[in-house]
């Protein structure tokens, strides 16, 4: 049977974080995310973008808004190198490349869009988290 490629053990981390998060557990539910963050990066699987934001977004509400944009900045700039992997750009044994440069072209458009949508949103939550109380 065919199916989608996938890591196991980074599954298994992104749901130790979700659960350390419902803990406010924010430090370990950081560690986590680190070492997901690490396989990923070294990972055939292709994650979607809402799942490498999930780190930064994290971080934000911590408390490390400054790490937060960092890591959104690092996702941004690596978002070519993920695009051209997950479209196989570099992979001669895969179709020509006239045929993976649409698939290209969206990954970029699309991931970078929804990656400045959640920096807005992390933006939104600091300056809310920053309101004096009445």
């Not at 430090?27 to 990066?41: H, P, S």
Request: glycine content about 4%.
């Amino acid at each position: 049977m065919f199916g989608f490629a996938r890591d196991d053990r980074v599954a298994e981390l992104l749901r130790q974080a979700t659960a350390l998060k419902v803990k406010k557990e924010w430090d370990a539910a950081l560690d986590v995310l680190a070492e997901a963050k690490k396989l990923m990066l070294v990972s055939t699987v292709s994650y979607p973008a809402e799942t490498w934001c999930k780190y930064p977004l994290y971080l934000q509400q911590a408390g490390r808004f400054e790490d937060a944009m960092s890591e959104f900045e690092f996702l941004l700039d690596d978002l070519e190198r993920r695009a051209r992997r997950d479209a196989q750009l570099n992979d001669p044994n895969v179709g020509p490349e006239s045929q993976k440069l649409p698939f290209y072209e969206g990954i970029i458009r699309n991931d970078g869009r929804i990656i400045k949508e959640k920096i807005i949103l992390a933006q939104s939550r600091q300056k809310k988290s920053k309101v004096p109380k009445q």
